[in-house]
């Protein structure tokens, strides 16, 4: 049983920063792809981003990309989403979560963290 625990969240203005961490305890950490996702009142849970195991491969949502890194830290056991050039439509909450196979499909994620608020302001 993977255990995850997300952090970073918080209020920032439109074109601010934040950098979301992940910290994954009771498993074999380097064994998953971690996913970051998030979901907005109303909407499905959609994938932001995603790295493979041992974060050679990693994927991104159209709207983020060239705007939000991910990378991870296997002697850490943490997972990072580094966000710049926030606009007000990523405002939600967002999620990590860790799976045996490589996807974007949040049910096929095995683990999931309680989420992070990240509100944008305009």
């Known amino acids: 049983q993977v255990q995850l625990v997300e952090s970073g969240g918080g209020l920032v203005q439109a074109g601010g920063s934040l950098r979301l961490s992940c910290t994954a305890s009771g498993g074999t950490f380097s064994r998953y792809t971690l996913g970051w996702f998030r979901q907005a009142p109303g909407n499905e849970r959609e994938v932001v981003a995603h790295?493979?195991?041992?974060?050679?491969?990693?994927g991104y949502a159209d709207s983020v990309t060239g705007r939000f890194t991910i990378s991870r830290d296997n002697g850490k056991n943490t997972v990072y989403l580094q966000m710049n050039s926030l606009k007000a439509e990523d405002t939600a909450v967002y999620y990590c979560a860790a799976g045996r196979v490589w996807t974007i499909v949040p049910g096929l994620y095995d683990y999931w963290g309680q989420g992070t608020q990240v509100t944008v302001s305009s």
């Open positions: 790295i493979s195991a041992w974060g050679g491969a990693t």
